[in-house]
């Protein structure tokens, strides 16, 4: 069992649609990330997180320590918004690598 | 203020050959970690450098694969005799500090072994 599942693995939505993905881990963490891959390979970073919700625009994200979840919400959604979206954590213990999920993939149609 | 810089973006070697990734960290940051993609799959930490110095490199495999962050220049990762699993796109990330500090990643190397 990987330590970080992403849910859905893939998500075709509309545009306008309010779109959310899910990550759960199983080990504890020092801090949790969202990337987004473009179709063309680059690779952003959105958010980190250690408690809490942060938003940016249309994006959200928020963890639950206790539970060990966390969701990406991205409001309104737009065609631009098709990637391939990574939730990463940092275990605990003082590594800073980085274990990654595998990958949610959205299609926003227009 | 330039981002984290990859090159080459694309590299095709043959089986046997050597391959030589470079990554320039954005300025001030001080941190690398170069990560592997394989085609199909998530990410994967491979190691993690400062300046001069491997932190943790608990994700290289035992044997060809090398990576340097020397006091002047790019950190550079180095695959000796590349088979073709060594298809892969590489990336490299930087930070400004350990702990809390964001990771910017760079655009990739595309990695083809023929």
């Known amino acids: 069992k990987n330590e970080v599942e992403q849910s859905p693995q893939n998500l075709t939505a509309q545009e306008g649609e309010f779109i959310t993905i899910n990550c759960s881990y199983s080990?504890?963490?020092?801090?949790l990330h969202w990337l987004q891959q473009h179709p063309g390979g680059g690779i952003v970073s959105l958010f980190m997180l250690s408690s809490g919700k942060k938003k940016h625009g249309r994006l959200i994200a928020t963890i639950n320590i206790q539970e060990k979840h966390s969701s990406l919400h991205i409001t309104a959604s737009h065609p631009r918004d098709s990637a391939v979206y990574i939730c990463?954590?940092?275990?605990?213990?003082?590594?800073?690598?980085?274990?990654f999920g595998k990958g949610t993939k959205l299609t926003v149609n227009p | 203020n330039a981002g984290v810089m990859q090159n080459p973006r694309h590299l095709v070697r043959r089986r046997g050959q050597e391959a030589r990734l470079r990554c320039s960290p954005m300025?001030?940051?001080?941190?690398v970690y170069w990560y592997r993609q394989l085609p199909e799959e998530g990410l994967k930490f491979m190691v993690y450098?400062?300046?001069?110095?491997?932190?943790?490199e608990s994700g290289m495999p035992k044997e060809r694969f090398s990576a340097e962050f020397p006091k002047e220049g790019p950190s550079i990762l180095r695959i000796q005799q590349v088979v073709r699993g060594d298809s892969a796109a590489y990336f490299c990330a930087s930070s400004p500090r350990s702990g809390f500090g964001t990771q910017y990643f760079g655009p990739g190397t595309r990695l083809l072994v023929l």
């Open positions: 990463a954590v940092r275990p605990q213990g003082g590594s800073e690598k980085l274990v």
């Open positions: 080990v504890g963490i020092s801090a």
């Open positions: 450098l400062q300046k001069e110095n491997i932190i943790d």
């Open positions: 300025k001030g940051h001080s941190h």
